[in-house]
């Protein structure tokens, strides 16, 4: 379903149990709901879980670049509030994770709990020219540009090699994003400088990072865990960054252990 907030024309899908505490999916850049495809059986049975194309991804609007992660957060916050939802348990992966840093620094009183999957609190200097080149091809030459690149930052050669059908999936969406959308969030990620402020939140914190993510590595997800105060960390093994669709079992395990120890009745 579509509906009009923050200004903004915003895809989502809202599921699972009607009575139970909300569990919001952000996804990463250059995908959208459908990312959480492998999580859904495992998350309806508990809880009621809302799902949403980030802006300039999916079928959500695209606005003209670019963005800032506290205003893709405050893009979150206005479909909560056009829902009428008050308090949720975030999870989120990559860029959705980024975002879910913002909301926690700015408005922790939205917040539940937070779960921070292959991300990170900081766009260090030395990875501009990364993210610039990126942006440039995205710019010249499309999205299928990066294509390739990124699926072997995104999952290991095993996994490639099944090429299993949620892979043809990630490809779709991956291609599908619209480019103005792509930059935007680009240019919002590549200014990420939230880990000297992450002692402010004191919410209850799940860290999960696949052990091979060459995007967002382990080391990224430790110094996370070394400034949230009482946070998990949690490693997966034999996945890159999209660690919950290539180990998605283990990832919805711990997922579910957590949110079940923190969720409210």
Known sequence: MSITAHGLKIYYELSGQKDGPV??????????????????????????????????????????SPYTLEFLGEDALGLLDALDIEK??????????????????????????????????????????????????????GMVSQLEATMERWFTPSFLGLNPPVLTLIKEEFVATPAEGYLGCASAIRKL????????????????????????????????????????????RSARHLSNVEQAEAFNGHLLEFLKSVATP
């Open 23 to 64: 569990v919001v999916l952000s996804h990463s850049l250059a995908s959208s709901l459908k990312m959480w495809n492998p999580q859904m059986g495992a998350l309806e049975s508990h809880f009621r879980v809302l799902r949403y194309d980030t802006r300039g991804h999916g079928t959500s609007e695209t606005t003209p």
């Open 88 to 141: 949720v348990h975030w999870v989120g992966l990559s860029m959705g994770g980024m975002i879910g840093q913002a909301i926690a620094l700015d408005h922790p009183h939205r917040l539940l709990s937070l779960s921070l999957c292959d991300t990170s609190a900081m766009i260090p200097g030395e990875a501009q020219p990364v993210w610039e080149e990126r942006i440039e091809g995205v710019r010249q030459r």
């Open 193 to 236: 400088n939230y880990l000297e402020r992450l002692g402010q939140i004191h919410l209850p914190t799940l860290i999960m990072v696949g052990e091979d993510d060459p995007a967002t590595p382990v080391s990224a997800s430790r110094a996370i865990h070394e400034r949230i105060r009482n946070s998990k960390l949690v490693i997966l």
